[in-house]
Every structure is written in C-alpha cells, then in structure tokens.
C-alpha cells in the first residue's frame, strides 16, 4: 500500500525531478514513521490551526528540529501533477520572508507537507491583539512581505502568483520577521503569458474584485490583497466587519473612503501614538500607497517591485529622521498631493468606493469560495 501511494502520490515524479535538478531527495522525503513521532501520532495538543485544506500540525523531528506538517483532508488524484510541480516549485524557493519548503510524505493515502516551524502565530493574531505595534515594527513587516512577494512576481523562474495573500497566512518569527506561508492556491505563471483563466480563488475581504468578475489571474491580484493587508497593518481593522456601515464593510472600501475624505480622516482612526510616531506625511505617504493598490483596475495598480521600492524607502528615512527632526529623508516619497479636501480627484475617488461597494456586495454571495 505505501508503495501504491507514493506512485499514486507522484512519488517516482518528484524524485525524477529533483535528480534532473540536482537536489538531494533523502532531504525532502519523510517517511509515515517519521511524521508520525513527530506530532505523537498527530496528538490533538500538537495542533497549530486548522483551515479549508486540512490541519497543521508542530513536529519535532529526530534531531530535535521543530517542523510544522500540513495534513490535507482530500486526495484527489486528478491534482498529483500541480502536487507535484507547487512541491518543485517551493522547493527551489529560498528567500528569508517565505516559509521554506522542507519535503513531504508521499507513502500514505494523503500527502503530508513539511515547512520550517515558524514560532510567533500569524500576522492576523498580532494586529488583532492586545499590544499595537509600533511605526517601525509595522512598516518592517510590511516591507518584508512586499519584498517575497516582488521576488516571487518578478525573481522566481517561473514566476509565482500566490493567489491568497491575507493576515493569516503571514507568520512571525521569534524576532517578528515576516514569512509568506499557505501556497496551496499559489499558481505558476510562464514567461509569454500575462495572465491565466483560472476557477476563481481567494479569501473574501481580501479577493480581487477584478479577478473575481473576469476570472483573470494576474499578478496585480496578488497586489490588491497586498493592499488590504496594509490596511489592517495601518488600522489595525479586520478585513470585513459588520460593525461599519453596510457600504464600507469591507475593509478595501472603508480605507479608500478615509484615504480620500477630508484631510486628517485616515490618522483620526489610526492610534494615537502611531500617528506621533509616524508624522502628517508619512501617514499621508503609505495612505497614497496602499490606496494605489487597492485600484479597482488592476493596470492602474504598481508593480510589487515598485510597491517595496517605496516602502523600503520610507523605512530607511525612519532613523535619519529621528535623528534630525528637520530632515526631509523622504524626499519625492512625499512629493505627491496630500489628501486634502474634496476635489475632481476626490469625486471621482468616491465614485470607485461607491462601486467597490457593489462588487464587493456582488460577491457576496459567493464568500464560500475553495480557499
């Protein structure tokens, strides 16, 4: 039986892959014996979340290596050759700010996957906790997220849209170092094609609304999910509450309306000690950022690259500053128009949340998606 699973699993694929490659197999592939001392038999205490695939489990291995091992609850054998090709894929992926790959079980009915054991919970636990973080701390966590996902965009061969970017599938290390976890919905995409015509997707809050009505698939859905994550980074805010008035219940719509309301709208319900820490312009300057990914258009989104680029920029320019008040290390970062009052501009702003609204009201409908 376990070898009529590890063939059925792609067991003979995977090892064919990693021999062409170059990469050592012993490495990559547990045993059931293995997994299985490891989370005590899958102890019900070993547990680390649950979510639509399945269960993850922390493992301690013979070496005393701490692991995370993701159960999945399904075996469909129609998926072995995406199986496969995402386990490919992520192995070869080394950048510190995504969770690293470690191998897999292949010789039991459902495939097990083996990740690095990422200690501090998700970035959703943290922002939702009792203790806001500070200026600097969020925009480091920002900075790393836009950073591996710009190298999944653009550095990656092939590149990688991830396709469920949200606060949950963001973990923390013991010194706060963000890490992109949860590929399963993570889609190759080859150099001569810009985009994919794919079963829609995603988590609701967080969902391209362009890719949710053209099926669609291209990076710039990555970068609107990026944005609402800032959002809640910002605001500390969950991306759909049902305390907000019906129109701005999704996160996306409540930010643009504060982004592009009168001047001071977005730092009168950001933390107090965050806006004194950060300034007018700095507050001004991720507001104009954020609320450039969260475009309804997707042409008229940055690129990942672009969205780090800044990002990096504004966090460099962070202890010149303090060092000297009267620096302006941000430079062209804050050359752009403030928010203030309503102009042509803002007209037509609150005509895009007027209509992010009913997309986002269209969706609902369909918040019981695969992911």
């Not at 000690?273 to 450039?292: F, P, S």
Request: hydrophobic share 35%; aromatic share 8%; charged share 25%.
């Amino acid at each position: 039986m376990r070898a009529k699973f590890f063939r059925q699993n792609g067991g003979y694929l995977l090892k064919q892959r990693y021999d062409l490659k170059g990469i050592d197999s012993t490495r990559k592939i547990f045993t059931t014996e293995q997994l299985q001392k490891a989370t005590d038999n899958y102890n019900e205490n070993r547990v680390l979340g649950h979510g639509g695939f399945g269960t993850v489990y922390k493992g301690i291995l013979r070496d005393k290596t701490m692991v995370a091992i993701k159960k999945f609850k399904l075996s469909d054998p129609s998926q072995v050759e995406s199986f496969v090709n995402e386990i490919t894929n992520l192995s070869q992926i080394n950048h510190k700010n995504i969770v690293k790959l470690l191998g897999c079980c292949l010789e039991i009915e459902v495939p097990l996957l083996v990740y690095e054991f990422v200690p501090n919970g998700t970035l959703f636990n943290l922002i939702t906790g009792p203790i806001p973080l500070s200026w600097k701390d969020r925009l480091q966590i920002a900075t790393d997220v836009a950073g591996a996902l710009a190298y999944l965009h653009s550095s990656a061969s092939p590149p990688i849209i991830h396709r469920d970017i949200k606060s949950l599938n963001i973990l923390l290390d013991k010194k706060y170092t963000a890490k992109i976890s949860d590929f399963g919905a993570s889609r190759p995409v080859p150099f001569d094609q810009t985009h994919v015509t794919t079963v829609v997707q995603g988590t609701f809050g967080y969902l391209d609304p362009e890719y949710f009505t053209t099926h669609q698939l291209t990076e710039k859905s990555d970068i609107y999910s990026f944005g609402v994550v800032l959002a809640e980074l910002w605001l500390r805010e969950k991306p759909i509450s049902y305390e907000r008035a019906v129109e701005i219940q999704g996160l996306a719509a409540y930010f643009n309306r504060l982004a592009n309301a009168s001047s001071g709208s977005l730092m009168q319900v950001m933390d107090p000690c965050i806006v004194e820490e950060a300034g007018v312009e700095r507050i001004e300057a991720v507001g104009r950022l954020t609320d450039k990914c969260l475009c309804l258009k997707g042409e008229e989104r940055p690129t990942m690259r672009e969205v780090a680029t800044e990002l990096e920029s504004i966090l460099r320019a962070i202890e010149p500053d303090l060092m000297n008040p009267n620096s302006d290390a941000l430079g062209p970062l804050l050359s752009g128009p403030k928010m203030v009052g309503k102009s042509s501009h803002s007209t037509v702003k609150e005509e895009e949340v007027t209509r992010q609204y009913s997309l986002e009201t269209s969706m609902l409908p369909s918040m019981e998606l695969p992911r």
